[in-house]
DNA sequence: GGTCTAATGTAAACGGTGTACACATTGTAC
DNA sequence: GTACAATGTGTACACCGTTTACATTAGACC
């Protein structure tokens, strides 16, 4: 039973958008059931139906949402990264995005997407390319495909090691110098590397 | 209702853990309800319980057969590995074992386990220790502490990003490859920064 | 062998969930 | 002003995890 007088909320797809963020970020993915947002959004149980398919649709667009937030933590380490340490910077963010945010980051990577909404596909596509783009700044001469989805990876692999607890995350400066010192030491076999053929991986498709 | 004349199971926690698997290889996490578990066993929806204190368990129980069924792949590759290349044919196997068993790799890694069953904890130490050994053996001079991390969190990141999609996973080969050359990558780094001073990262605690 | 007890399985019930369906209300374009 | 499309409600179904009380049985002890 909603507001006297206010049959249509307004702007539910927000409403519930917000409502989502908000349980995923205090319960976790379990939390962050359709019925717990309509009833936070002050609405019947079925209404976010109008707004989103099915709940897969509604967590598909807070991750949208969370694509966002990170490329907002990646662009305040550097607004243009474009040397190897602007690079090292980026790195450490995005891993310190994914310890602010754990319940968000494991939305819009734990889950299996495989055909999901394009929107996902999307995001993660511009990622990969603005991985990618640093990359071919910061190491001219050297296969931006094969060097960019190898930092990628182990970025990744920090943040989400770090979000099981599999690693020493006691304070923020132990973890931004880990990955740091990681990062830099892939930098270091990358420059050595800068003549060799290219390697044979990831072709752009 | 089981068979006639079998009030009692005989070894119902062994054939819970079995359907468990199963149905998390069939119908991945979500399929993997108490409630399935108990009707492939041929049993009431609530006999479970008296083996396994609530989902959770039972999902736990499932992943730390997951870290033995990993440990075998890792094994396959290479009995006793003591060389960067060796290294580098476990760091395959391990991606081999993520694409192989998606839904099991998510079950292990991909769920909040923070201080979740000891077993699991105890599980990742094991493979942490593992890989530890390896690159110690491989790497003499360097500290294994800092380099093992980085390179399980590259193949882990790995493993991750192919799961998702993200990567191209056309044909084995290619996956391969990539792991091994991203491995080899790392390692060109190390061996460059061998004389240096140990990284300050992951104090073993 | 007979009995007592603990282990194991069953049945019923509660609250929560996703989702489909029919219905009510309301903004809007004509 | 009226028709229509958009939006929100109510009801219903099947499934889920979990608790509680009860039934059955295996095994120890005499």
Redesign the pocket.
């Known amino acids: 039973?909603?507001q006297a007088?206010?049959?249509?909320?307004?702007?539910?797809?927000a409403?519930c958008l917000r409502a989502a963020r908000e349980l995923l970020e205090e319960d976790g993915s379990s939390?962050?059931?359709?019925?717990?947002?309509?009833?936070r959004a002050?609405?019947?149980?079925?209404?976010?139906?109008?707004?989103?398919?099915?709940?897969?649709?509604?967590v598909s667009a807070v991750a949208a949402q969370g694509y966002e937030k990170l490329a907002g933590y990646l662009d305040a380490a550097h607004p243009s990264p474009s040397t190897p340490d602007d690079l090292a910077a980026v790195a450490v963010a995005y891993v310190r995005f994914a310890l602010d945010h754990p319940p968000l980051f494991r939305v819009m990577f734990a889950e299996p997407c495989d055909p999901s909404s394009e929107e996902r596909v999307k995001a993660t596509a511009v990622i990969s390319e603005y991985v990618r783009g640093i990359v071919h700044r910061a190491f001219p001469g050297v296969d931006p495909d094969a060097l960019s989805t190898t930092v990628w990876a182990l970025v990744h692999g920090l943040a989400f090691l770090h979000l099981d607890g599999k690693l020493d995350a006691s304070t923020s400066e132990v973890v931004d110098t880990q990955v740091r010192t990681a990062v830099h030491a892939l930098f270091t076999a990358s420059t050595t590397l800068a003549g060799t053929a290219a390697a044979p991986s990831e072709p752009a498709k």
Chains 1, 2 share one sequence.
């Open positions: 039973m909603p007088g206010a049959y249509h909320h307004g702007d539910l797809r409403a939390g962050l059931s359709l019925r717990a947002v309509a009833r002050g609405v019947s149980p079925t209404a976010p139906y109008r707004h989103y398919a099915d709940r897969d649709a509604l």
